[in-house]
């Protein structure tokens, strides 16, 4: 009994901080993925949401989605830990979809918002508490073990919501009708926070199998761990065929979302499905990466880092596949996608639509043009490179 | 109690990894920190701190610090690891404020005496075999979980004593009494940089607590790594508020540093304060970053990296601390403060005033005029990009 | 019983984690080591390999390496997960070394024969289900603990295989018999990749034990990782002592590659050393890089990465240290390097042979004079930062 206390917490604090990993993880793919002169507001912001919605959760999420801070199990420093490393991922999730023209103050009120309320009331009714319990809109048979749903879907929602107020980049979509399109600045940090992502991503599922100490228990979590790294292997070589069939050339940028699709799509299900449905999972998530930047780019939704394909898309893919791949009933896993879905954009957008009013997310054309940094930080990301462009 | 071995000897091995990952850490910040033209220099810095810090405590250090290679609690390799992975730091702390001016070879002649002595006898007479024991200066009742004194005040004294040795950079401080804001040149490293130190953090005061074997223990780690973790959130927080109520803009590098001053000055009390503490303790620590740092430049003691403010004002703030948010007393504290500073300060001052004369510290004007690199490395740190300044 | 089963998961899926870290530890070395104008057709090889490396050895490889997938001292999950870490590190070895002027596509079919077929078949007569057992060339009694000869040197014969079917870079030798040097772009990467590398290595042969769950199992990991790091620390040093004594100057390419080699010269024998010979063992090791490198380059051998100094030369010299400095015996070492090498080099080489005739390794001069980036990928690293070469 002790033992397995000793186990379970010393196991929560190493997948913990395998998640923590995500914060540089995030900063770094998105500093990639903007152009220079936005990049010191981006790693800002990342920095800003780590900070904000961790001591939102401290204060006042944790206890709003999970009532009491007592654990049997294990310590219950260990349980706040391994779950507030999550909280801020789905405010970074949102951010990266609205970086080079959104403003550091209002995203902060939103975080606050976010940490504190609308993403602990989704961990209430799936992980926590369960405030609908007895209703109509008990999601809670949901199977969704890391969050595919709670939290993949959650954040990008809340950036779907953010992308329709805050509109996109000026410039981005011509009065032609033609998409201009914006380079990655610097590929290595891309490569380089995408790897963290995956890395994280160990933690992320692997730890929410709750527990480590026994045989069952330690099987569960390697598999979980093998399911979840495989859901990324098949995304990643999907999208590599893909654009080489396509353009005979590989877009770095696309095959990493493509292995960030595939690592989504089996966090619902990794400790369900057996060792070989990650691939099929995984291979439609990236595939679905790939067409989705494409409609999003139509719908002139502008998305600068792909987030709404890689976490919408396969955050409602993911917790279907559970149904399709594993023992588990089709309804629980669509119930759980409405009702979390129609909540956290409703929630987002009303909490967003008001702070917009007080603090306009969006900053001004001539700022944009200028690049956020000045304005916002202060500080170019790169002052001593001279620029071509 | 062979669990209980086995179970201490794999956590004292995942919290030296953890603090392992502060080598990058402090690469990645301090290159980020300095110009284009000194990058190679520093980065190289780093290495060869790593590098014959731990030699030098293997060979010498360890023993002179703590006796016989003997524990019975875990495997005496693993203690070693995690002791060893903290003896550069002291170091580190010291070169990145006296970088962009600091040659290679005295501060490996530092390094050796560093690690293999003044090290070793701070932590002898506080964690280690006392040879103050009896005595009136006997410091080992003040309450330093993982080196707020021992290690982040030591380093920071040794930093002062190379300051008054080693001067400003050139043309720092003008003759006109004008202080030359030098830009950072790699704001992404920055970021990428701070946050591993802050990931290492918990295995450096997690692993401070120095067993997990039991309920007790583990939660003790747990809430350990929980306050270090608030405290460093609590700093960045209040940096942050300050920058935009003063300046309406958002300095990343001093927010970074707020979070830092706020993960030192948790460092001594982390596994005594209860979970609110922090909050209060790494605020005070971040502000007295701001303002510490803007002091020191009045002061003329020239600082690239904010280490004084960030290590010695929050190492001592942080070790009085203790005794203000918890059950310890004051007068143990302050005296830990005092003995290890003289000692730090006098024998760091005396070691280097003779390193100095026989291989100087300081590079010569124009050789700092052009840079580093070139003279100490051969190496330019980016040689493809134009410089636009 | 089931106590370590849970442990001994725990711990192989901790080391394995370390090990992805080595992911991006070659990704970012790479990318600092090549010209801006190759770097993104670095960054994405290294991410193909993983991909493709893993998912050939999760759908063949292993089995073929170690038959059933049955384990019952852990998670047979965690197993394959320790070892699937393992199996893209043979092809980055040797893609490393062949950059700057290598395709993509035919890097991906030599990746699938080497994960799915080569690498698992020395795995099988070393670590494995021994093929050869009984026959002559059994070579199973070799002390190879987590692969200097079964991954270093498997590895880098390929890469010798590779560079004299692809030849060096164009420009690289210059008709009068002048080497031309070619600068690393970027050496903040380069220092973070050999770190990451570096912290990899804990992992490595700390997890290649294979057991932790005992106080001798425990006591033996501790000193493996202990013995791994003071290789490197020692590689370093001797390196840097080189470099200064030679030509004023620390080059830290040559210094990190230095710790490298020191690192894979004790990665044979660091559960037998005791805890001094790793100093010498990793300072010849380091001393083999300098001088390796130099006649690699008289020879023709073109490898911009150093990749056959660090795993070739100390891949055999850490196989054979092993019987100088502890109870194993030589001809067991030798004729192990001997039966690895000549099947690692001459399949290596056929297979390598027959993919060049359907899809040639080399790109076009022009193509490499212009970067292999635009033509393979179709997207430079840094597009907006101006060149002065």
Redesign the interface.
């Known amino acids: 009994m002790?033992?397995s206390?000793?186990?379970d917490?010393?196991?929560?604090?190493?997948a913990m901080?395998?998640i923590?990993?995500m914060?540089?993880g995030f900063?770094?793919l998105e500093?990639?993925l903007v152009?220079?002169k936005n990049?010191?507001t981006v790693?800002?912001t990342?920095?800003?949401i780590?900070?904000?919605a961790?001591?939102s959760f401290?204060l006042v999420g944790y206890t709003l989605a999970f009532g009491a801070w007592e654990n049997e199990s294990?310590?219950?420093?260990?349980v706040?830990?391994f779950q507030?490393a999550f909280v801020g991922k789905t405010v970074n999730i949102m951010s990266g979809g609205v970086s080079e023209r959104t403003r550091?103050?209002p995203l902060a009120f939103f975080t606050v918002i976010m940490a504190a309320l609308i993403y602990p009331l989704v961990v209430n009714v799936t992980w926590g508490a369960n405030l609908l319990s007895g209703t109509l809109f008990d999601i809670s048979a949901m199977h969704d073990l890391a969050g595919c749903t709670v939290i993949h879907s959650t954040g990008a929602w809340a950036l779907l919501a953010a992308i329709l107020i805050i509109g996109p980049r000026k410039g981005r979509y011509g009065k032609d009708g033609r998409i201009r399109v914006i380079?990655?600045?610097?590929?290595?940090?891309i490569?380089?926070g995408a790897?963290?992502l995956?890395?994280g991503w160990?933690g992320f599922n692997?730890g929410s199998v709750g527990s480590?100490?026994?045989?069952d228990?330690?099987?569960l979590?390697?598999?979980t761990?093998?399911n979840t790294?495989?859901g990324?292997?098949?995304g990643?070589?999907i999208v590599?065929i893909i654009m080489?069939v396509q353009?005979k050339?590989?877009?770095?940028?696309m095959?990493?979302n493509g292995?960030l699709g595939g690592l989504v799509s089996v966090t619902a299900g990794a400790d369900v499905f057996d060792?070989y449905a990650p691939?099929y999972v995984g291979a439609i998530g990236g595939a679905i990466v790939v067409y989705g930047v494409t409609m999003f780019d139509k719908l002139k939704l502008d998305d600068p880092v792909g987030a709404l394909s890689v976490h919408l898309l396969n955050g409602i893919w993911g917790t279907i596949a559970v149904a399709l791949f594993a023992d588990v009933a089709m309804w629980d896993q669509v119930k759980g996608v409405l009702v979390v879905g129609v909540f956290a954009f409703s929630a987002s957008f009303t909490v967003m639509y008001i702070i917009n009013k007080v603090s306009p997310f969006r900053a001004a054309n001539d700022e944009q043009q200028q690049g956020l940094d000045i304005?916002?930080?202060?500080?170019?990301?790169?002052?001593?490179?001279?620029?071509?462009?």
Request: one cysteine or more.
């Open positions: 002790e033992m206390y000793v186990l917490t010393l196991f929560a604090l190493f901080t395998l923590i990993f914060v540089p900063a770094m500093a990639g152009r220079t990049v010191t790693l800002t990342n920095i800003m780590y900070a904000v961790s001591m401290l294990m310590s219950i420093y260990a706040f830990l507030m550091i103050v380079p990655a600045s610097n590929i290595p940090l490569v380089l790897l963290l995956w890395i160990f692997g480590i100490a026994s045989k228990k330690a099987d979590v390697a598999l761990i093998m790294n495989t990324g292997l098949a990643a070589i590599g080489y353009y050339r590989f877009d770095i940028t095959i990493l292995a060792m691939i304005e916002e930080c202060g500080l170019e990301a790169y002052p001593e490179f001279r620029r071509s462009i």
